[in-house]
């Protein structure tokens, strides 16, 4: 299975300011192909349905304000949240879907 | 509104059974493959089972194959979750999720999740 890490499992940012959160999967995700890298990353919120953020790596999902970016190719991706809102407190999880099972991240745990 | 709704969680015992189910609305749930994901408490994420849009083909993570199966009535616009045989690590909120795709394998519309307690 593939296996993805992320880093850190926690951090504090203050509001405004910018917060990034690293994934690393155990094999490169690049579909040659295609040329597209088969990594997701999702906003979970307690009592709220989890979102869907960043799709192909770097793609923002639907109503995804710009704040949010997704980057990187192959093995080593990053989420960066730039202006940081009081409402993105949650647990940010990146997934690849480059083969079954798709295997999650452990989570990061986004604080103000 | 498009969204889905999970229901049938709650309290099994180890060995019993339980079947979960999504109903999906707001959207033409016959176009998409559908998949389970669950969370246990205080654990990350963890795909579970994919259905194919027919229903004809299934796939499964290898600690729930062969006491898990996936189904669906588009008819009814619903997805299943059969467990049989169910463990104590089982225990977990089970989001019933979207694939935007064919098999593509990311989601883009989550349920809320409904709660499986395995305890005797």
Redesign the interface.
Known sequence: DFVVTQSPDSLAVSLGERATINCKSSQSVLYSSNSRD?L?W?QLKP??????LI?WASTR??GVPDRFSGSGSGTDFTLTISNLQAEDVAVY?C?Q??T????????TKLEI | EVQ?VESGGGLVQPGGSLRLSCVASGFTFSSYWMHWVRQAPGK????VA?VSIDGSSA?Y??SVKGRFTISRDNAKDTLYLQMNSPRLEDTAVY?CVRDPRVA??????????TLVTVSS
């Open positions: 088969y997701a999702y009592g709220q349905p989890p979102k869907l799709y999902g639907s999880y997934q879907y480059y079954t099972p798709y295997t999650f991240g452990q989570g | 889905l990350g994420l963890l795909w994919r796939m993570a290898d989001y593509t394998g990311y989601f883009d519309l989550w349920g809320r999740g």
